[in-house]
């Protein structure tokens, strides 16, 4: 069997190296011609499965995406040739929540407020927005929940249309899949008219799909009106981001917020399980064997901090968003941005998530405790 696999998929020759010979390529390099003699195809979201791709290939019979993300990949193409398909559901979400944890911390330290001063609106609450609304709330957060197709399966209760979040919130979280049609459509969900509506001094973070937002009409509304603090992952027309756009975002990453080692394992693991079971294969290899030790540990912690300056702390020592957007900007000076967003993501350098670290808790800081579990943290008494 040939296995074609994104060469930014950690632990692919662990999980699948039994199954027959791995070709590795970067995801934007896999074309017809690399696919047509693959038996099963793995890939990030940076690789459009479609039409094109398909067209050469002679003997595909599966395709997996390590990803949450499936809108690289049209399914009818697959179904149409009977190409089996898998995606990692809620493999990374933990890592966006770590993102947007530690971008609003930041933002709300630069507006001199903390975070359980402000109401976050969450907009899609799934498997990321479903996770951040449980941290925030455990920080003693308000949220303001927006989810249409979940609201019609489960009842109103408990969730608010998107005109309220737009006129409530302090902070809107988009986390949106992009959806092009039906119902629920979520390409430019925050139009021009949309976008017009948000209050002055709103802090609006993108970490779904760059498409949710139209970023043209955000663009003109930061040039009329500066008055958005614009935290944004993810881009229309990446990697050749509008750069007028990306001057005006106070946090402008390059789609790396899902990008935890722990959550890219888990999203190998989680095709690997799919392959198997598509070929009627046991499953030998666990992730729980193949991980490897988190570098940062252990932070011992006493008496000294209060509890947002503890947060920020912890936060920033296991994950610091600043580091991101500074690599975009050096990266995009030294190659060019569209090359420089994609260098920044193929040499993402080594993070882990929260819950990876151990936070010791001396006898003078064991206040610290419900806070720092509620954000993450594994924390133990020393
Ligand atoms: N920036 C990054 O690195 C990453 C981005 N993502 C993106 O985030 C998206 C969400 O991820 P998950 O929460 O894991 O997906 P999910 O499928 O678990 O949840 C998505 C939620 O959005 C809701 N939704 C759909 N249409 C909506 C609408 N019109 N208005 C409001 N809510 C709507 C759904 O009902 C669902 O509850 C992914 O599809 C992917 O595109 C995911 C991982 C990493
Ligand atoms: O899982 C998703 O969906 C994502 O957006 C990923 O975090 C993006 O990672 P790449 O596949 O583009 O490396």
Redo the contacts with the bound molecule.
């Keep these: 069997m040939r296995l074609l696999i994104d060469h930014q998929i950690p632990l692919a020759e662990a999980f699948f190296g039994e199954l027959g010979a791995l070709r590795r390529l970067p995801g934007r390099e896999i074309d017809a011609t690399a696919v047509a003699d693959a038996d099963i195809l793995i890939v990030r979201s940076v690789t459009w499965v479609d039409e094109a791709l398909l067209a050469g290939s002679r003997r595909l019979h599966f395709v997996g995406t390590c990803?949450?993300?499936t809108?690289h990949v049209d399914r009818q193409a697959l179904d149409a040739r009977n190409i089996g398909f898998a995606s990692a559901?809620?493999c990374?979400?933990e890592a966006?929540v770590d993102y947007v944890l530690s971008s609003l911390l930041l933002v709300c330290e630069r507006e001199g407020v903390e975070l359980d001063a402000r109401r976050v609106g969450i907009?899609?609450?799934?498997?990321?927005?479903?996770r951040l609304h449980r941290r925030l709330a455990a920080l003693g957060v308000e949220c303001l929940l927006?989810?249409?197709?979940?609201a019609e399966k489960e009842g109103a209760d408990g969730f608010v249309s998107?005109d309220t979040v737009l006129e409530q919130a302090d902070i809107v979280c988009l986390?949106?899949?992009?959806?092009v049609d039906g119902p629920?459509?979520?390409h430019h969900?925050l139009d021009a008219a949309r976008i017009h509506q948000l209050q002055p001094g709103t802090v609006l973070l993108n970490?779904?799909?760059g498409a949710c937002l139209d970023g043209e009409a955000l663009h003109e509304r930061l040039a009329q009106r500066a008055d958005l603090t614009a935290i944004l992952?993810?881009w229309e027309r990446e990697p050749a981001i509008d750069e007028a756009l990306w001057q005006q975002v106070d946090i402008a990453t390059p789609?790396?917020?899902?990008?935890s080692l722990d959550g890219k394992m888990r999203g190998t693991e989680q095709v690997y399980q799919a392959v198997m079971q598509y070929l009627g294969l046991p499953i030998r290899h666990h992730l729980v064997d193949l991980a490897p030790p988190p570098a940062l540990q252990r932070l011992v912690l006493d008496a000294g901090y209060g509890v947002w300056e503890a947060l920020r702390l912890c936060v920033r020592a296991c994950y610091d968003v600043r580091r991101d957007m500074m690599a975009l900007a050096g990266e995009r000076q030294r190659l060019g941005m569209a090359a420089g967003f994609d260098y920044c993501r193929a040499n993402y350098p080594l993070r882990r998530e929260f819950s990876t670290l151990e936070i010791a808790l001396g006898p003078g800081a064991v206040e610290l405790e419900p806070w720092l579990s509620a954000a993450g943290f594994r924390v133990t008494m020393s």
Excluded at 146 to 150: E, I, L, S
Excluded at 255 to 259: E, K, L, N, R, T
């Design positions: 990803t949450i993300g809108d559901p809620g990374n979400a966006v907009v899609g609450v799934g498997n990321v927005g479903g927006c989810d249409p197709p979940r998107l986390h949106t899949p992009l959806v629920h459509a979520t969900l970490a779904g799909r992952d993810v789609h790396i917020a899902g990008h």
